[in-house]
């Protein structure tokens, strides 16, 4: 079907906090099982960005579309759409009141209006799907950082989202914690979920992402395949930025 | 007179008498100033403007003022505007009322206490507001005014007692009637006071085993 | 309408109860301090048989109402023991004494949140425990037990009305007495409130700002 083809649409999307101008017109198109990497410096609006398509922060013009549907604009509906775009941030943000188990089954039941039994079941389907099955008993502060936004994904997935939105999910963890989150997302992509991912680990972007969006001043300054970025000297520009962080790396 | 019978034929059986009173006043305040603790704590917070204020006057009000004064302006003062209500229930209104007031700050400071983070994963999550205060944000915030909540339970036990200067006979009452009989002021408040000291240490007991049941590990108490 | 000529007359009656309740309250905040201070260094440096009793006495004074310590001390030990005492006496010294209960235990909090550097930094200059409390500990200590000891003010002065009911003349008494004369309620009580939450919340505007005016830096008012 022509409609379906893109699952969400993103245009000209601005956002100023007051004489800030953070996003300055992006439009983008994801497709069914696509991942986009977002890169760029601190303060390009990366992260703002991810939270304009869900609403979390309203952006002051431009529309957001999931399946052809508005999302902006969508008044009360908008938690209809929140419950089809995950989302998963930097600090996990996991309740901290509610087991690893909890964190996944409250918005099923609360939300879906799914029964306590059949919660169960699916949370604990999605624990073990990122491998922290055997933690559903453990509540948040028990977790390390790495373990816990393993339960942060895991909590997406259970809402069967269209899409998720992945802001810096490897940025407030140790090095060694990186490893297995990311190992969590790769998985995912290869089994075809939807993501968008803002993060400054090149390595993931350039084995895992469809498309690298380069992000400059508020604005898409260049995207496209990693290959292609990485090898076309037209953008050098994209292939220093992805090489310093390479660099730091050591890898 | 045989100080033994003083004791068993009418001091206990007055001062049971009291209790019972006593713990009625108790029982009847505390779910209720529980329930608008959250209720005026709900509304400060995410209320609109004419909720908000009107909260705040309330907590103003009923923490500035004494307790005995409210309990007068309660029985004595509304009748000359009208509303009539028994000594019984216009002490467990100002009960009430004195509970949910104090109990409100506590919870209001836990809510303020609780992270964004938990706000927003909710909200991302397809919680409405209101869906995510009651089962995300609610339930942290009471966990940890729950030491403050506590601390309003052991007032209230001690100041049931006001409920006296309004004719209503509880446990001091029946204990200042007894000791005004017999000329036995000293015994009596003493026995009076073990009955209060028990209660209030018997919660006391009774809130530790709680706060250890509702523990989670991570989530500072306080 | 007469009201108010009626109100006027009996209005200066009333605001002479600001004197009486704010003796009640000043002497009862000041054997608070004279009495828990001392109870709040016998609890943290004393030896058992300092502990022990201290800690029965702060049990029985906080667990007990206010109503039915001034019953007992009024009516019972105090005429026991000889004592004839004004209404208003014994009310401060009930209050005072109930205080000492309450603030020895903001006392004691403060004492033992002065980190253990202080005293072991002290003692290595050759100061002896007591100077070492007296020159180091308690300046810290007292510092970060002001806002807790503050916040005594305003349940002091709310229950400093219970003192009614042993008939001393303060703010709640002569509203009732103004009542009882002129049949008129709700205005009288109203005004009676009003006096007492302005009395509250500006005493705690007058505390905060000496708080304000001895803070140090880097002492926040936070550690309690």
């Not at chain 3, 019953?71 to 023991?81: D, H, N, V, W």
Request: proline residues 4%; charged residues 15%.
């Amino acid at each position: 079907m022509h409609t379906d083809e893109y699952i969400l649409k993103v245009e000209d999307i601005h956002k100023a906090f007051g004489a800030n101008e953070v996003l300055r017109g992006v439009s983008f198109e994801v497709k069914k099982g696509e991942t986009l990497v977002f890169i760029g410096s601190s303060g390009t609006g990366k992260s703002t960005l991810l939270r304009c398509i869900n609403q979390l922060t309203p952006p002051d013009r431009g529309r957001v579309w999931l399946h052809g549907e508005e999302v902006t604009n969508s008044g009360k509906r908008i938690n209809y759409f929140r419950q089809r775009i995950g989302m998963v941030f930097q600090n996990f943000f996991l309740f901290d009141h509610l087991t690893a188990l909890k964190n996944v089954e409250v918005a099923l039941i609360r939300v879906k209006g799914m029964s306590k039994e059949a919660a169960r079941e699916k949370a604990l389907a999605e624990l073990r799907q990122v491998g922290m099955e055997d933690w559903a008993g453990h509540y948040p502060a028990e977790l390390s950082g790495g373990q816990a936004q393993r339960v942060s994904i895991a909590r997406a997935l259970a809402m069967d989202p269209d899409v998720i939105l992945f802001d810096e999910p490897t940025s407030a963890l140790d090095p060694e914690l990186t490893r297995e989150v990311l190992e969590v997302m790769r998985t995912l992509a290869q089994q075809g979920m939807t993501m968008l991912v803002v993060t400054h680990e090149m390595g993931f972007a350039c084995n895992v992402a469809n498309r690298i969006l380069f992000m400059e001043n508020g604005v898409i300054a260049e995207q496209g395949a990693p290959t292609i970025l990485l090898t076309d000297p037209q953008y050098s520009r994209v292939k220093n930025f992805i090489g310093q962080f390479l660099e730091y790396n050591g890898d | 007179m045989d100080q033994i019978v003083f004791f068993t034929d009418i001091l206990l059986p007055a001062l049971q008498k009291g209790l019972i009173i006593t713990l009625q006043l108790i029982l009847l305040a505390a779910p209720f100033g529980f329930v608008l603790g959250v209720g005026v704590a709900v509304g400060r917070q995410y209320g609109g403007p004419v909720t908000r204020v009107l909260c705040k006057v309330l907590v103003y009000f009923v923490k500035g003022c004494p307790l005995l004064l409210l309990l007068f302006i309660l029985y004595f003062g509304l009748p000359s505007i009208g509303i009539v209500f028994s000594a019984f229930t216009a002490s467990v209104i100002g009960f009430i009322l004195c509970n949910g007031a104090y109990n409100s700050e506590y919870i209001r400071g836990a809510m303020l206490s609780v992270k964004d983070g938990q706000m927003i994963a909710a909200q991302a999550l397809g919680m409405t507001r209101l869906q995510a205060v009651r089962t995300i944000v609610l339930p942290q915030a009471i966990r940890r005014a729950l030491p403050g909540l506590s601390n309003e339970w052991i007032y209230l036990i001690k100041y049931s007692s006001l409920a006296y200067m309004i004719t209503v006979i509880e446990l001091s009452g029946s204990g200042k009637l007894v000791a005004t009989k017999y000329f036995t002021y000293t015994e009596t408040f003493v026995a009076v006071g073990v009955v209060y000291l028990f209660l209030v240490t018997l919660t006391t007991l009774a809130v530790n085993a709680i706060e250890k049941k509702y523990a989670v590990p991570g989530m500072i108490r306080g | 309408m007469e009201l108010i000529p009626l109100l006027l007359d009996w209005f200066p009656y009333l605001l002479r109860g600001i004197g009486v309740t704010f003796g009640l309250v000043l002497s009862s905040l000041a054997l608070g301090v004279i009495i828990g201070l001392p109870m709040a260094l016998g609890q943290v440096y004393g030896s058992r048989l300092v502990r022990v009793p201290i800690g029965i006495y702060v049990w029985f004074f906080r667990g007990l109402p206010i109503l039915v310590l001034l019953f007992l001390f009024y009516f019972g030990i105090f005429p026991g023991l000889g004592f004839d005492l004004s209404a208003f006496v014994v009310g401060a010294v009930v209050l005072g004494l109930r205080g000492a209960a309450y603030q020895s235990q903001i006392f004691r909090g403060a004492i033992q949140s002065v980190g253990e550097g202080q005293m072991v930094a002290a003692r290595s200059l050759g100061m002896d425990r007591l100077c070492a409390v007296r020159s180091i500990i308690l300046p810290q200590s007292m510092r970060i037990a002001l806002p807790g000891w503050s916040n005594e003010y305003p349940n002091i002065l709310t229950d400093s009305a219970v003192c009614y009911a042993i008939g001393v003349a303060e703010l709640l008494t002569r509203a009732s007495q103004i009542v009882a004369q002129t049949y008129v309620t709700m205005p009288i009580y109203l005004a009676a409130a009003g006096i007492f939450i302005l009395m509250n919340y500006g005493g705690m505007k007058v505390l905060h700002m000496i708080e304000r005016k001895i803070a140090i830096p880097g002492f926040g008012s936070g550690a309690m």
